[in-house]
C-alpha cells in the first residue's frame, strides 16, 4: 500500500500523545501516529468480536432471600407477636 503525504492539524494535547507515544516507543511521528491507528483498529475488533451480552446476571445484583414455607412464616410471626406481648 503506498503511502500518502498530507498535512494534518490537530490539538496540542494529542501531539503531546503522540512524542509520548514516539519516546516510548523509539519511532518516529508517522509511524507512532499508525501504530496508534493500528492499536485503536485492534481493539474496537476485539470489543467487536466479543459476546454482546449486557446484562448482568440478577444473582449478582440481588441477593437471594432462603425460601421459607407457611408453617415457618406462621412459627415467626407468633414468636415476634409473643416478644412485643411480653414488652407491654
Known amino acids: ?16 500523545e503522540i ?11 508517522n509511524t507512532a501516529i499508525e501504530w496508534m491507528l493500528l492499536e485503536r483498529r485492534t481493539l474496537l ?7 454482546t451480552k449486557m446484562e448482568t446476571p440478577k444473582i449478582l445484583n440481588e ?3 432462603p425460601k421459607t414455607t407457611e408453617k415457618e412464616d ?4 407468633n414468636a415476634i407477636d409473643d416478644v412485643f406481648e411480653e414488652l407491654k
Open 63 to 65: 441477593q437471594k432471600q
Open 74 to 77: 406462621d412459627f415467626l410471626d
Open 45 to 51: 475488533n476485539s470489543i467487536n468480536t466479543q459476546p
Open 19 to 29: 512524542e509520548d507515544y514516539m519516546g516510548h516507543h523509539g519511532i518516529n511521528r
Open 1 to 16: 500500500m503506498a503511502k500518502k503525504a498530507s498535512t494534518i492539524n490537530i490539538e496540542e494535547n494529542f501531539w503531546k
